[in-house]
């Protein structure tokens, strides 16, 4: 296993470029697909998520500083570009980020990829009725299990901010799911 400083290193450089991409790919594709994925919901939109978000790591790879590590970078990425295409989805059917959202999920069932239950749809709905800060800081806790800490690198807001927010969405989902 390659460590992180000097993926980097190689990354930045001409020669080992295109190897150290293979390599980085390998690495994060499955992490940054299902951190997608809980955002944007389908597999096809993912997938080209996913590979935007793998063109702009590649294309700005020279502006990483290591301020933070090379995974939170790229989730911070990945976030922005599903965040974008949300925003690009719903400016296209003309609707709010939400409808949108809660279309996305309304599809699930048609998306041969989707292998959840009725409760991890219910669970999919409870999420989309959070605001968009609260369903970030849900997901990355919930589904990617990192740790605070991460999340406020990814994000960049406090630890506090996160945990507050973390706990707020996790009521209201629990008040959606025991709803009915």
């Known amino acids: 296993m390659i460590d992180e400083l000097q993926l980097v290193e190689q990354l930045k450089s001409d020669t080992d470029r295109e190897q150290a991409f293979r390599e980085l790919i390998r690495l994060y594709k499955e992490r940054l697909y299902w951190h997608i994925r809980n955002i944007v919901k389908s597999h096809d939109d993912t997938d080209d998520v996913l590979q935007n978000t793998f063109i702009k790591v590649y294309k700005n790879i020279d502006n990483f500083k290591g301020e933070s590590q ?9 976030t922005n570009e599903s965040i974008t295409f949300i925003n690009k989805q719903a400016k296209r059917l003309q609707t709010t980020n ?25 669970l999919q709905k409870a ?19 990192l740790k605070f800490k991460e999340i406020s690198e990814i994000l960049e807001t406090s630890e506090g901010a996160l945990k507050a927010s973390y706990h ?9 799911l025991t709803k009915d």
């Open 70 to 78: 090379l995974f939170s970078w790229m989730y911070r990425i990945a």
């Open 127 to 145: 999420i989309a009725t959070l605001p968009q800060k609260q369903q970030l800081v849900f997901n990355m806790k919930y589904f990617d299990d």
């Open 98 to 122: 939400e409808e949108a959202q809660l279309l996305a999920i309304n599809n699930l069932k048609a998306d041969e990829y989707f292998e959840g239950d009725d409760i991890q749809f219910k």
């Open 168 to 176: 707020i969405a996790v009521k209201k989902i629990q008040g959606y």
